[in-house]
C-alpha cells in the first residue's frame, strides 16, 4: 500500500498548473516493478507520475513514468514531489535537497516556491528540417517565421526550441501530432517546445508538445524551459544571472508561471509553487 498524491504544479491555485501523480515509497523502500509503475502511471492518466524513494533526511531518488515508459527527468513531477515532502514535513523550507534522477544528481531548494537544479545544458547537433517542422505545426512553411534558428536543447530531457512570432500565431498551431512523433522518435527527442518573445512582463509564452510518449500538449514543463533559458542565452536574448517567467497552458486553459534562473555559473535553475488536490493510497 503507498500513499499518493495528485498536484498541480507551477501553479498555486487548484485546477491550474500541470498536474502530475506522486507516489511515496517510504525511507529505503525498493521501488516496484517497471510494468507496475507504468501500470500506475497509466491508471492515474497524468503526463507523468513520480515515484520518490528516501535515503536520508534530504535525499531522494526518484524515478519519472508516463504511460508509455520511463523518462529520465520531469522538471513539473518533480516540483510536485518536493511539494508534497515540504507539505508532508518529510522536508523544511531552506533545505537543499539531493534528487538521484536517471538524468544524474541534481540539486533542490525548499521553499513556497520550490527550485530544482536542471542537468548541465547541452546544445545537440542534430540537423531540423525546417520546413518539415513548420508543416508538422502550422501546415504552412511558407509563412513568414521568426530568424531565430531552430535547435535541439537539453536541460535533462531534449526538446526542438521553435520560435513563433507572436502569442496569437502561439495559440493558433494545430500541430500534426503523428508526423511530430514520427520527427521526435527520428530526432531522438521527447518533443517541440514552442514559443513566442513577451512584452507584457513575461520573458515568453510557450507551448510543448510531446505526442512520441502520449502527451499531445502539457501545460507546464520544467525540463523544457530550462533548455528555453538555455537556448535564449546562446542567441543573447538574456544576459547573465538573468531571472526569467515563462507563461504557459493558456491554450489549455491551465495557465502555469514557471520561473528560472541562469546562475553565474551556467547552471539552471527552474521552480515555482504547487498545490495538492487529492491524496489516497494505492492497493496494487
Not at 516540483?79 to 544528481?105: K, P, Q, W, Y
Not at 512584452?199 to 499531445?216: K, Q, S
Request: with cysteine.
Amino acid at each position: 500500500m503507498y500513499p499518493f498524491y495528485i498536484v498541480d504544479a507551477f501553479t498555486s491555485e487548484a485546477f491550474g498548473g500541470n498536474p502530475a501523480g506522486v507516489v511515496l515509497l517510504g525511507q529505503n523502500h525498493d521501488f516496484p516493478s517497471d510494468q507496475l509503475m507504468l501500470l500506475v502511471a497509466a491508471e492515474l492518466r497524468y503526463s507523468e507520475t513520480a515515484f520518490v524513494q528516501q535515503n536520508g533526511p534530504t535525499e531522494f531518488t526518484v524515478r519519472y513514468f508516463t504511460a508509455e515508459g520511463e523518462v529520465p527527468l520531469c522538471g513539473h513531477a518533480t516540483i510536485a514531489t518536493f511539494g508534497v515532502l515540504r507539505h508532508e514535513g518529510m522536508v523544511s523550507d531552506g533545505a537543499v535537497c539531493r534528487n538521484h534522477t536517471l538524468a544524474g544528481d541534481l540539486e533542490v531548494m525548499i521553499g513556497e516556491q520550490v527550485m530544482m537544479q536542471m542537468a548541465t545544458p547541452q546544445w545537440i547537433d542534430r540537423h531540423v528540417d525546417a520546413d518539415r517542422l513548420h508543416t508538422i505545426m502550422a501546415g504552412e512553411p511558407a509563412r513568414q517565421w521568426p530568424s531565430l534558428p531552430i535547435e535541439i536543447i537539453s536541460t535533462g530531457l531534449p526538446d526542438i526550441m521553435m520560435a513563433v512570432d507572436s502569442v496569437e500565431a502561439l495559440n493558433q498551431l494545430h500541430p500534426d501530432m503523428d508526423a511530430m512523433a514520427r520527427m521526435s522518435e527520428e530526432l531522438d527527442v521527447v518533443g517541440v517546445h514552442a514559443f513566442a518573445i513577451g512584452d507584457d512582463g513575461f520573458t515568453a509564452h510557450v507551448r510543448n508538445f510531446g505526442p512520441r510518449y502520449g502527451i499531445p500538449e502539457e501545460s507546464a514543463t520544467g525540463t523544457a524551459n530550462g533548455a528555453l533559458t538555455h537556448y535564449l542565452y546562446r542567441q543573447g536574448i538574456i544576459a547573465p544571472q538573468a531571472q526569467c517567467r515563462f507563461l504557459q497552458g493558456e491554450a489549455m486553459r491551465r495557465p502555469s508561471v514557471i520561473a528560472t534562473t541562469l546562475k553565474a555559473d551556467g547552471s539552471i535553475w527552474v521552480g515555482g509553487n504547487s498545490r495538492i488536490i487529492a491524496t489516497g493510497h494505492l492497493h496494487p
